[in-house]
């Protein structure tokens, strides 16, 4: 299913073939936690804007509308009218999202609704059962996503936990796939690795799921406390243990910077609700650096976002009309500033993939390293 194409010393390009369809490394997967990207972007729009895979959240759909509703209609990419590939996280992040509002077992998760307060069990099997209705085409396994820093001896006892738990997810995981009711038969399985921000949790937890021979495996419970320095460390230390013969993903990361060093060490998977969470506030990315929308030097600017940007809000409007759109709180202001963050991020990961095909990554890295990180 996963072919490595080329690499350049860590840095990897590949292709991953799936039910629905072939995703091209590395790439970045945009979040519509709800079935939805925030700031109003269809389905439709997705495709416009080089969106490979769309990701969704188990916890969020399972509060609402209801997976059963959505598995009556047929899955979530019926539901959403998206024909391509989707990832749905195990709600193993609401674990520590919600941690005023939830209850650790061996079991799984007790949790109460952030929406009305009802009682809900999550354990790796519902959350198995859950993605299956939901019929996404990768399945995350459920695990324990720790704050950093913690205590040493909880997290050893939480990896512990996360490796059992991955062995219930890939069980279940068997039995669903092979129900004549599933709608997708042929749903993937990716164990996530997790041991906080110390190195030799990470690389036994890292050695222990590598056994299990998964389609594909991540590295959870970064970007959640801990130094940029430290995330990048963490990740060359279990780089090596990851099996080369199967995509890698880095959870929830990050900036454009983080990707480009991401990359650099490995990663073919990314994923982060900060390029369509800036937009909906006017900050957005840029060829030349990053630029806040709201400040009065874009009031009269008769100019695209990007001069070098191909979206449909740079070849239609300038910085002075989607500034008066947010300053009058039109939905359209967020839109079309969220169309371009989220174009800006598919098309850096398309220049990616060329700077490997073309093995000059090393340069591309200097060069966008001090340009993408610059504010204007």
């Known amino acids: 299913?996963?072919?490595?194409?080329?690499?350049?010393?860590?840095?990897?390009?590949?292709?991953?073939?799936?039910?629905?369809?072939?995703?091209?490394?590395?790439?970045?997967?945009?979040?519509?936690?709800?079935?939805?990207?925030?700031?109003?972007?269809?389905?439709?729009?997705?495709?416009?804007?080089?969106?490979?895979?769309?990701?969704?959240?188990?916890?969020?759909?399972?509060?609402?509308?209801?997976?059963?509703?959505?598995?009556?209609?047929?899955?979530?990419?019926?539901?959403?009218?998206?024909?391509?590939?989707?990832?749905?996280?195990?709600?193993?992040?609401?674990?520590?999202?919600?941690?005023?509002?939830?209850?650790?077992?061996?079991?799984?998760?007790?949790?109460?609704?952030?929406?009305?307060?009802?009682?809900?069990?999550?354990?790796?099997?519902?959350?198995?059962?859950?993605?299956?209705?939901?019929?996404?085409?990768i399945a995350m396994a459920f695990d324990e996503c720790v704050e950093n820093p913690s205590p040493y001896d909880y997290v050893k006892e939480s990896c512990k936990r996360t490796t059992r738990w991955l062995h219930r997810c890939k069980k279940e995981m068997d039995r669903l796939n092979s129900l004549d009711t599933t709608i997708n038969k042929n749903q993937l399985l990716f164990g996530i690795n997790q041991g906080g921000t110390y190195p030799d949790l990470r690389t036994q937890n890292m050695k222990e799921i590598a056994e299990l021979d998964l389609p594909g495996y991540a590295i959870g419970g970064l970007a959640v406390g801990e130094s940029t320095e430290e995330m990048y460390s963490l990740i060359d230390a279990v780089e090596p243990f990851m099996p080369k013969d199967k995509p890698r993903y880095l959870m929830g990361v990050g900036t454009p910077v983080n990707i480009i060093e991401g990359v650099a060490r490995g990663v073919d998977f990314f994923d982060c609700v900060m390029p369509s969470r800036n937009a909906?506030?006017?900050?957005?990315?840029?060829?030349?650096?990053?630029?806040?929308?709201?400040?009065?030097?874009?009031?009269?600017?008769?100019?695209?976002?990007?001069?070098?940007?191909?979206?449909?809000?740079?070849?239609?409007?300038?910085?002075?009309?989607?500034?008066?759109?947010?300053?009058?709180?039109?939905?359209?202001g967020m839109r079309l500033c969220v169309i371009h963050n989220l174009y800006f991020y598919n098309t850096l990961m398309e220049d990616i993939r060329k700077a490997l095909d073309e093995d000059r990554f090393d340069s591309f890295r200097a060069e966008k390293l001090e340009v993408l990180s610059k504010r204007l």
């Not at 209801?66 to 047929?74: A, E, F, K, Q």
């Not at 590939?85 to 193993?92: F, I, N, Q, R, Y």
């Not at 070098?308 to 409007?317: D, T």
């Open 1 to 137: 299913m996963f072919e490595l194409l080329k690499t350049q010393k860590s840095a990897r390009r590949g292709r991953f073939t799936t039910v629905h369809g072939v995703i091209e490394t590395p790439v970045f997967m945009n979040v519509g936690t709800s079935a939805a990207i925030k700031g109003g972007l269809s389905a439709e729009d997705l495709k416009q804007i080089h969106c490979q895979v769309e990701l969704s959240n188990t916890y969020h759909l399972h509060v609402r509308p209801g997976d059963d509703v959505i598995y009556s209609l047929g899955g979530i990419r019926k539901f959403m009218n998206w024909d391509g590939p989707v990832l749905t996280d195990s709600g193993g992040f609401q674990v520590f999202s919600l941690a005023d509002l939830r209850k650790i077992t061996e079991e799984g998760v007790s949790f109460q609704s952030h929406i009305d307060g009802k009682h809900i069990f999550m354990g790796p099997e519902e959350s198995m059962r859950i993605q299956s209705n939901l019929a996404s085409t």
């Open 280 to 332: 909906r506030h006017g900050l957005l990315f840029t060829s030349e650096g990053i630029i806040n929308l709201n400040n009065n030097k874009y009031l009269t600017d008769d100019t695209p976002i990007d001069k070098n940007c191909s979206c449909p809000s740079c070849k239609n409007h300038t910085k002075g009309y989607i500034r008066h759109l947010l300053k009058a709180k039109e939905m359209l």
